[in-house]
Structure formats: C-alpha cells, structure tokens
C-alpha cells in the first residue's frame, strides 16, 4: 500500500531564518506531488505541484520554492521566512491519472517568530 | 476554471440528528468531484468521490453525497451526527485533464450532545 511522509510535524522559525520541509512516498510510482498551505480558519491555498522529477509549477508567486530532486521526494524551501509564511503546511499525491483522489501527509505547523 | 462554493462556513448539529453540508461547483466539463474531512492539526481524509459513475456516492463512516448535474451541487448527508463528525470538510473538483484539485474554503461541523 501507498503512504506518505511529512516532516517534521511541528517547527518555530525565526524571521529571516531557512526553511525545508519534506515529503516522501512510499509504495508507488511517478506520482503526482502538491504542497499546500492552509493558514489558521481558511480553505486550502496549492502553492507547488510536479508531475515528474525536475518538473515544478508555482501556483502563487512567494518567497517560497520546491524541488522533486527524486520521483517520490518533494521539498519545499525557503531562504528567508516572513511572518507572514506562517501556517499549515500539507503535502499530498496522486497518481498520473484523470480524475484520481490525493492522499495527504499529515501536515507540519510552521511558526514564524 | 473550476470552482467549488461551499455555501456554510459553520453547521452546528445536535448528536443524533442529520448532518447536510452543502457545495456546488463551476465546471466547464465533466468533473470529478471529492470530500475530504480533516480533524484538528491532521491531513485530511477522503471521505468519497464522484467520477462519473452512480450520481449517488456512499463514503465511509456512514458519509454520502449525490451528484446534481442540473443543480451543479455535490451535497454531503449523513443520517445521524456522531459527536466524532466534529471537524472540517472541504469539497474539491478536478477536472478531466486537469493536475490540480480546487479546494472549497471549507464547512467547520459542531456536533453538541
């Protein structure tokens, strides 16, 4: 069976401090990976998404970039936080095909500070 | 583009009593259309889909939603909330040919005993 992995669940930055948040699959194969955002009382924000390795799509201009260095790996970076990066960080897949669901990792909290 | 509306920020219900939650969709064709729960500081969770199959969809944990073409609406039911229902649910569409999901905002469920 598939299963995804996020980490780490919970993390405190400083302002102007980098971040790295990563993501791995398990289980299958050139899947479809997404980072969201969910900031505190709203809907889901799709910040990345990448249907093969080296292949990224920003969603939202931002001081943030992600990377899939590996077909089941996908990071998500800052060099800079802003206050403003704060919130609920969520990475998800779903297979290469139509109309398919997205699995979720179970989210890292992000504070900025 | 697609869109979701998920038209109730909150629902609050009494245990025992039916739960409806509601959503209607954009589409420009024919979309595949989901429910997710999340409970607090967790990922979420398919609850179930709509992939052109039966327009009536029955989920896990006693969940369904019917499919209304001609109301555009994606409607989530259950007979009887159960005080473990409290949470967020968020409606999302995909579209054929389409990488990305669109989330709604989200509905926040209150189960009172």
């Known amino acids: 069976s598939q299963t995804i992995h996020q980490w780490p669940a919970t993390l405190v930055q400083p302002v102007g401090s980098p971040l790295s948040l990563e993501c791995t699959v398990e289980g299958t194969s050139n899947p479809n990976l997404y980072w969201y955002r969910q900031a505190a009382g709203r809907g889901l924000q799709l910040l990345f998404y990448s249907v093969g390795i080296g292949q990224i799509s920003s969603e939202v201009p931002q001081n943030l970039s992600a990377s899939r260095p590996q077909d089941r790996q996908f990071i998500l970076s800052s060099k800079k936080l802003l206050l403003s990066d704060s919130g609920f960080y969520l990475c998800?897949?779903?297979?290469?095909?139509?109309?398919?669901?997205?699995?979720f990792g179970q989210g890292t909290r992000l504070t900025v500070v | 583009a697609q869109s979701v509306t998920q038209l109730d920020s909150h629902v609050s219900v009494s245990e025992g009593t039916p739960v409806l939650l509601r959503c209607n969709y954009s589409?420009?064709?024919?979309?595949?259309l989901f429910w997710y729960v999340q409970h607090p500081n967790k990922g979420l969770q398919l609850l179930l889909k709509?992939?052109?199959?039966?327009?009536l969809v029955k989920g896990i944990n006693g969940f369904e939603a019917e499919f209304k073409k001609s109301e555009t609406s994606f409607h989530l039911t259950k007979p009887s909330a159960h005080m473990s229902d409290a949470a967020e649910y968020f409606c999302v569409v995909s579209q054929s040919g389409f990488q990305k999901l669109v989330f709604g905002t989200g509905t926040r469920l209150l189960v009172s005993p």
């Open positions: 589409s420009s064709y024919s979309p595949s």
């Open positions: 998800a897949w779903r297979r290469g095909e139509l109309n398919t669901e997205a699995f």
């Open positions: 709509y992939t052109s199959a039966a327009t």
